[in-house]
């Protein structure tokens, strides 16, 4: 699987044509499922307008509202009542994956409870995440960023990639997203770990990364 791993989704031309070249067709031309699982799981954000803001396509990030050939809407928390052969030959046969922010630790618990978890490795779909959506695929999210805590308590995520990551660094709104305070956290990461700005994402393809960034982004090595 490819991934896209956003802070605020597809913020500049830099990466949407790394989203256009993934994708190996142009946008118009590509089938989307949304996924707003991780908004239920933060008081910030759902359940409620914002989550309806982002599968509609009118949410200030720009990722479901780019101009898909179609857009879908898979529900995490639902699929565990559902026929397996109800969903899957959707997911495999859709383009692109758009994973929406919210908790991380609540969207790897769905994601594991549903069944995609086990399906992501073996998908041809871009995995197009944001802020929550992009840390859920690191081996940790690390101890800052626990909010609702799973059953086993730990800040365990999905470990589809080797790095973990700091959204949302220096961003007006999240004063406490200094450069100083990632470098804090990825202290206690213990493996590589990125501070992206909203103007960054990270290309990941068949383990090779790549920064994509019109913004401020920084590697801290362990």
């Not at 008081?43 to 101009?67: A, D, H, R, Y």
């Not at 991380?104 to 995609?116: E, N």
Request: net charge negative; aromatic share 8%; glycine share 10%.
């Amino acid at each position: 699987m490819k991934f896209l791993l956003t802070s605020a989704g597809v913020t500049n031309k830099s990466i949407e044509n790394a989203l256009v070249e993934m994708l190996d067709k142009p946008i118009a031309d590509s089938t989307a499922l949304c996924i707003p699982t991780a908004m239920y799981g933060h008081p910030w954000v759902g359940p409620g307008i914002k989550t309806w803001e982002f599968i509609s396509g009118n949410s200030e990030n720009p990722m479901v509202g780019l101009g898909w050939k179609s857009v879908g809407v898979l529900e995490l928390t639902a699929l565990p009542s559902i026929d397996q052969d109800r969903w899957v030959p959707l997911i495999r046969e859709t383009d692109v994956l758009l994973v929406a922010g919210g908790d991380a630790l609540y969207l790897a618990h769905w994601m594991q409870q549903s069944g995609l978890a086990e399906l992501l490795p073996s998908l041809n779909a871009v995995y197009v995440g944001m802020s929550a959506g992009s840390m859920v695929m690191a081996p940790r999210i690390g101890e800052d960023f626990i909010g609702w805590t799973p059953p086993d308590g730990s800040d365990e995520a999905m470990k589809l990639v080797d790095f973990a990551i700091f959204p949302h660094l220096e961003n007006e709104e999240l004063p406490e997203n200094t450069m100083a305070n990632a470098e804090k956290w990825a202290a206690g990461i213990q493996g590589p770990a990125y501070a992206i700005d909203d103007q960054t994402a990270i290309k990941v393809i068949d383990g090779a990364v790549e920064v994509i960034s019109e913004g401020r982004w920084k590697l801290f090595s362990p």
